[in-house]
């Protein structure tokens, strides 16, 4: 269910940023836009991910999304050789729209390495020896809570960055000191708020 909700909000929110005319876009607009649109496919590995439980690589997947997603962000109106922007470094601009980006970001990072804190996770010893955990399905099912929570950021970002093109916004508003925030009432709030007590369990 939390799957299918995914695939449907990626593709809402390109059919409501189709229409726009990218003739006319600025060369950093443009490349943001671009990498809107190929950031599907990463979205579409991580439901292949999830399903065969290997949620190692569905951090991995994860992580390259919301670093995408920050570089997006910043980049959309760089002035500057938008390239050469390190999508980490964007991760504090993504920050200020959605403060659970940083530890989001480290989380997904410690899943996504065998580093030595984390590899004690994926071993078991019992009296056969040595097993390596494949699978796990609470990480898988917070791994799917995660991607929801990427399918959001990924429809507000989209909009944001053609916020003066769209007459009615869907997924952003205008906040209290005039910057654009996250819309109270989005169409992928919803899916947040349901998938979150069914994954995480509370």
């Not at 996770?121 to 929570?149: I, P």
């Not at 429809?155 to 109270?184: C, F, K, M, N």
């Amino acid at each position: 269910m939390a799957l299918s909700d995914v695939k449907k909000a990626i593709a809402s929110s390109l059919d409501h940023l189709t229409g726009i005319d990218h003739r006319r876009d600025h060369p950093a607009l443009f490349a943001a836009w671009a990498a809107l649109v190929r950031l599907q496919h990463t979205f579409q590995a991580s439901v292949l991910t999830i399903k065969c439980g290997l949620h190692f690589e569905t951090a991995a997947l994860e992580r390259l999304i919301l670093e995408q997603l920050a570089w997006i962000s910043a980049a959309h109106s760089y002035e500057g050789d938008c390239f050469k922007l390190s999508p980490k470094k964007c991760l504090a601009v993504l920050q200020e729209i959605y403060p659970c980006t940083g530890p989001l970001h480290r989380l997904l990072t410690s899943f996504a390495r065998l580093a030595p804190e984390t590899t004690v996770k994926h071993v078991q010893v019992d009296n056969e020896g040595f097993r390596v955990q494949l699978s796990d399905r609470e990480k898988v099912g917070s791994m799917a809570y995660y991607l929801v929570v990427l399918a959001d950021m990924y429809s507000v970002i989209g909009e944001l960055i053609y916020a003066d093109r769209i007459e009615q916004h869907r997924y952003i508003q205008q906040g209290p000191d005039g910057r654009l925030v996250p819309r109270e009432h989005r169409p992928t709030k919803g899916m947040l708020d349901r998938h979150k007590s069914l994954l995480l369990g509370h």
